[in-house]
């Protein structure tokens, strides 16, 4: 679906893009991260359409986006992390505005828009769009963006500044847009919900691909496996003050590193009457991955 070739982006004498090459195939989400002035933004512009490269060249379901933006814009369906929306306009009035603006009449506006504010929880009565709530107006948001039914999506924060709730519900939203089909470009803050929905990650650093792939490919990448293990004990002095824990709320917890010291640390507790509750594995979060990269 996305094929990018040594994109390189400059703003005078600052390069916010520097040779970014990836390919992504259809049907799937990709996450883009970063730091602040990683390019992620300038990247998301350019695979919008918005913003030409000042050099490379990118492919989107065969059409070469530069050479044909008629085409691209005709299959593309964008969100901008600010909902500037029409706010004296209601909802259905809204959505038909931009179905003219693509050439669909008023009844396919009509089935389309009742299916995709169905399918987003969203009734928003006779009000006018500046008399909803943020979730609601970025639900609208997205209902515009899917209008035209669109094949490839471009959304910058998706969820930005909605509570926990709309956000999660937004994050299934775009996992069920996945499965219809649609291939979706993403960045987020929330990098929690990047881990959940992603197919594939991206992370940008200095205007380059610092790494990509899956969230397994990365955790095997970024670190390996380790442990928790989660204990109760009667008296913690009694334990070897060589083990490093932490309690709280009575349940205590150790790190290892490998299964040799996770099998360690279960052997000290139990040597003095402790009882291990359980035992979580796990890899480096993509906070974590962020943290390394930027060091």
Not at 121 to 142: H, P, T
């Amino acid at each position: 679906m996305i094929a990018a070739q040594d994109l390189v982006k400059d703003y005078g004498a600052f390069r916010a893009l520097d040779g970014v090459s990836f390919d992504f195939g259809d049907a799937g989400i990709l996450g883009i991260v970063g730091h602040n002035g990683a390019g992620k933004t300038t990247l998301l512009k350019i695979l919008s359409g918005l913003l030409a490269p000042t050099s490379g060249t990118v492919e989107i379901g065969g059409c070469d986006i530069l050479k044909h933006p008629a085409a691209h814009k005709n299959a593309l369906g964008y969100l901008p992390e600010e909902s500037r929306l029409y706010e004296t306009m209601q909802v259905y009035d809204y959505l038909s505005f931009f179905g003219e603006i693509y050439g669909l009449d008023r009844g396919t506006v009509r089935e389309r828009g009742e299916r995709i504010l169905s399918s987003l929880s969203l009734d928003a009565g006779e009000k006018k769009i500046g008399e909803l709530s943020k979730g609601m107006r970025r639900k609208v948001a997205i209902a515009r963006s899917l209008i035209h039914d669109p094949t490839f999506l471009v959304y910058d924060e998706p969820t930005s500044g909605l509570d926990p709730m709309t956000g999660r519900f937004i994050g299934d939203y775009l996992k069920g847009l996945r499965d219809e089909g649609k291939t979706i470009v993403l960045s987020a803050h929330n990098l929690y919900q990047v881990e959940e929905i992603c197919d594939r990650v991206m992370i940008l650093r200095r205007g380059q691909i610092e790494a990509f792939g899956t969230m397994q490919e990365l955790r095997e990448r970024f670190g390996s496996l380790t442990y928790a293990v989660y204990f109760t004990i009667a008296d913690p002095g009694a334990l070897d003050p060589a083990l490093d824990y932490t309690c709280t709320a009575g349940v205590c917890m150790a790190e290892a590193g490998d299964i040799e010291r996770m099998n360690a640390v279960t052997s000290m507790v139990a040597a003095v009457g402790g009882r291990v509750e359980r035992i979580e594995s796990r890899y480096p979060s993509l906070e974590e991955m962020l943290v390394a990269v930027g060091k």
